[in-house]
């Protein structure tokens, strides 16, 4: 039997002699979408504008496209689907009573309650949790995994918005659930703004704020059955890609556009997918900001990678677009990014080569002046300077049962989250207001998103690893006995130690300088794979000078892969900040 690495490693070339019978009878099973037309839904647009006092999390009937009529779903503060758009100012709290009024869920066929979390109840009363996506706030307000409350609950959010102006967002976050209740609609923007990105525009960059021209989109990638309704995997799977592209919950919609300056905000709400826009116009996209804020200077590209939980804010000029001039969002990108998995098998369910649509409208151009610099009433970003206090090395690895080349289980060091959960010693415990390394190691083909809840970080670099030889000493210091194996299909061991082998001894070629888009405050970063993703990151306002958050909380937190599978089934470790 071919382990899923040489699998991997197959697509980028290596023949079909690897394909083995089960991913034969996977493809089998894993019917289309009924067929639907592009680009003749319009685009909902929401800007609903304040926080609410009261934010109900509703069942609801939604509409994805006209062909399919209306399938139970999920939504926030009254929507079929998602939620409304929420602005906030800097410096100004918000105190928000989330109400669980769910039904039944809408993929309960889904739920596997083999993983560590789900219930057979979540099918009929289902839990729910907000993770506010990118926010400095206390740990009873972040949205741990296990603060879910039920059906006939409340949960009292207080988000104090000290930070700079920067796209967030707030989705659910409930253990072992959290790609489902996603897919059901748990999903919306929150933004914060500040002098520089004013409520209501009329800020000192000249750049759109708020309705027509500034515009949120909630990318994903869906599947339906054959009656129209939301399709998942009714056992966990390593990866999940739809074949529809739903964007703010209408399956390849269009938007009519102005001969002007428009401003996106984009999040990458899909389970496992990476997208890599670029626009049939071949006309550049202008970005402006990344996960936390404002970059120092727009950077023009022809191509935008997001992977899944990233979020980017940029501008696309159509003032040089000529009337009914029709241009499509299209997407590049391999799944599992970057080389996709045996191409034979594969290689046309996975791919999304079209996301959305823009239709120039008749009209005078108006063009407008992009700002040469970004940062005006803040300081500029710069590398922190101050050494870490320590490194800590962080590995992405997965287990399998011996017999299937696919995981069982996708891990951070080897470690479980009931595990680290309950015994400190296999726990991150940074200090507040320290600054720490953190090397983060893939040792897996493909891709992932890796997410620090709390504090915004830095890229250091990058640089690639022997993966062979790293696992090869890696595993040489196990096996180490698990603490808890109750939950674990009887697993008693893992290969490796912890913490992690230091990967010095094992990297190859240059240390490679994050790109000109990731050098701003992020708190999602794309980790390649075989590579090391060091990371500077402070954890507390008080630990270097200008950082764009002015809090110093401890308490207990998590992080994972935000990949929504991966973090459904331990790929997600909780830390803990210390006085």
């Not at 890599?276 to 970059?295: H, V, Y």
């Not at 996709?340 to 063009?367: C, H, R, W």
Request: some cysteine; overall charge negative.
């Amino acid at each position: 039997m071919f382990t899923r690495r040489q699998l991997l490693i197959a697509s980028a070339g290596l023949g079909a002699g690897l394909l083995v019978p089960e991913m034969l009878r996977a493809k089998k099973t894993m019917a289309a979408s009924p067929p639907l037309s592009k680009f003749t839904e319009s685009l909902p647009i929401s800007f609903a504008g304040p926080a609410p006092s009261t934010l109900t999390i509703t069942s609801g009937s939604h509409s994805f496209h006209n062909s399919l009529g209306s399938t139970p779903t999920f939504g926030y503060g009254g929507f079929s689907y998602l939620g409304p758009t929420i602005e906030v100012t800097k410096g100004q709290p918000t105190t928000i009573t989330a109400v669980n009024n769910l039904g039944s869920h809408p993929l309960a066929g889904s739920i596997d309650t083999s993983l560590h979390g789900p219930q057979a109840s979540d099918a009929t009363n289902p839990r729910t949790v907000i993770h506010l996506h990118g926010a400095n706030v206390e740990a009873e307000y972040d949205g741990y995994p296990e603060d879910t409350f039920l059906p006939g609950q409340s949960y009292v959010y207080r988000f104090n918005n000290n930070q700079e102006a920067a796209t967030l967002w707030y989705h659910d976050h409930s253990l072992g659930i959290t790609s489902l209740n996603v897919q059901a609609g748990l999903a919306a923007f929150y933004l914060i703004r500040d002098e520089d990105d004013p409520v209501g525009g009329n800020g000192p960059l000249g750049i759109p704020a708020g309705e027509p021209y500034e515009v949120p989109l909630v990318v994903q990638d869906v599947k339906f059955n054959s009656d129209g309704s939301l399709y998942y995997p009714s056992s966990w799977v390593d990866v999940y890609y739809g074949d529809v592209a739903i964007v703010n919950g209408k399956a390849w919609p269009n938007l009519n556009v102005d001969r002007t300056v428009y401003r996106f905000r984009i999040v990458n709400a899909s389970n496992s997918r990476f997208y890599n826009f670029k626009l049939s116009s071949k006309q550049q996209f202008i970005q402006i900001g990344s996960d936390q804020g404002f970059l120092n200077a727009p950077v023009y590209l022809s191509k935008l990678l997001v992977g899944p939980g990233e979020r980017v804010d940029v501008l696309i000029d159509f003032s040089k677009s000529q009337p009914g001039d029709k241009i499509v969002l299209q997407n590049d990108a391999a799944a599992p990014y970057p080389k996709g998995l045996a191409t034979l098998i594969y290689q046309s369910y996975d791919k999304l080569p079209e996301i959305m649509q823009f239709t120039v409208n008749s009209g005078a151009a108006a063009p407008k002046a992009i700002p040469t610099k970004l940062r005006l009433n803040k300081p500029q970003i710069t590398q922190i300077s101050t050494t870490p206090v320590r490194q800590r090395n962080l590995t992405i690895i997965e287990v399998t049962d011996g017999i299937s080349p696919f995981p069982t289980s996708v891990l951070l060091n080897y470690v479980f989250w009931d595990e680290a959960d309950q015994y400190p010693d296999l726990m991150e415990r940074p200090q507040v207001d320290t600054i720490e390394q953190w090397n983060i190691i893939n040792l897996q083909p493909y891709a992932h998103t890796m997410h620090l809840h709390l504090v915004p970080f830095q890229i250091l670099n990058r640089q690639s690893i022997n993966d062979a030889q790293y696992l090869t000493a890696y595993r040489a210091t196990g096996p180490r006995q698990i603490v808890i194996d109750h939950v674990h299909a009887g697993l008693t061991s893992v290969p490796g130690a912890y913490p992690p082998l230091d990967p010095t001894p094992y990297l190859t070629g240059s240390v490679k300088q994050p790109a000109s888009n990731e050098a701003g405050w992020k708190d999602t970063v794309i980790v390649n794979p075989f590579e090391v993703v060091r990371l500077i990151v402070p954890f507390g306002a008080k630990a270097a000078q200008n950082l764009p958050f002015g809090n110093s909380f401890t308490g207990r937190y998590v992080w994972h892969c935000h990949m929504f599978g991966h973090e459904d089934n331990e790929m997600m470790l909780p830390y803990e900040v210390v006085a």
